[in-house]
């Protein structure tokens, strides 16, 4: 039994590290925009050349989410091994960093995270790599945004294949918006982190029904 000074010391532990979970995070997708301005320094691109604010291209956006997020769903749910095994590791990494987090701190780091990839990514690389072709440059962005997002294989190819949806969702709009990946990418990565909390809450209150 842990008496009350033991519960909050493993109360301010688990809050201190789910600040730095938000704020690390947050830091490390600025650092994403901040090598997406590096790269488009060199390769002469702006990474904010087809960012512009519409109303309806961030609906577009919001509604491009679901989806990706109802794959998402049968992912978690789904009885192939391969995915569970994403799951757990999801569950296992992220679960206890978000357990007891702010709705609001986790939304305001999946802009940084959808700003800071999309920027990278879309703005930059997929820009750039037109040049050669667009077929081309959607494979050549998505081949290393797949890489970058290594866990397992299964992972690669879902994160490339997921990426190649977002590079036909900056394609496919005219005029290219950046906007609508960005606010694609944002609210799929948010659903993600809310059913990913929900799922640890409840795997913790099954594994300590007494708590």
Not at 118 to 131: K, P
Not at 181 to 191: A, G, N, R, S
Request: proline fraction near 3%.
């Amino acid at each position: 039994m842990y008496d009350s000074d033991d519960e909050e010391e493993i109360e301010d532990t688990i809050a201190q590290e789910q600040q730095f979970f938000i704020l690390g995070g947050s830091l490390f997708s600025i650092g994403f925009i901040v090598i997406a301005f590096g790269v488009g320094w060199v390769l002469g691109v702006d990474p904010l050349q087809n960012l512009n604010w519409s109303w309806p291209d961030l609906g577009i956006g919001v509604a491009a989410a679901v989806p990706m997020f109802l794959f998402f769903l049968f992912a978690v749910r789904t009885r192939i091994a391969a995915f569970q095994k994403i799951k757990q590791f999801l569950l296992d990494e992220l679960g206890p960093r978000i357990e007891h987090g702010s709705i609001l701190e986790l939304f305001i780091l999946c802009i940084f995270i959808g700003l800071g990839e999309e920027m990278l990514f879309r703005g930059v690389l997929q820009s750039w790599a037109t040049q050669y072709g667009v077929v081309f440059a959607i494979v050549f962005t998505n081949m290393l945004f797949g890489i970058v997002h290594s866990i397992t294989r299964l992972y690669v190819i879902v994160a490339t294949l997921m990426g190649v949806y977002l590079s036909l969702l900056l394609v496919f709009f005219s005029p290219q918006n950046l906007l609508i990946p960005i606010t694609t990418h944002t609210i799929y990565d948010f659903l993600c982190f809310i059913t990913i909390m929900r799922l640890y809450r409840q795997q913790v209150i099954a594994a300590h029904p007494e708590g």
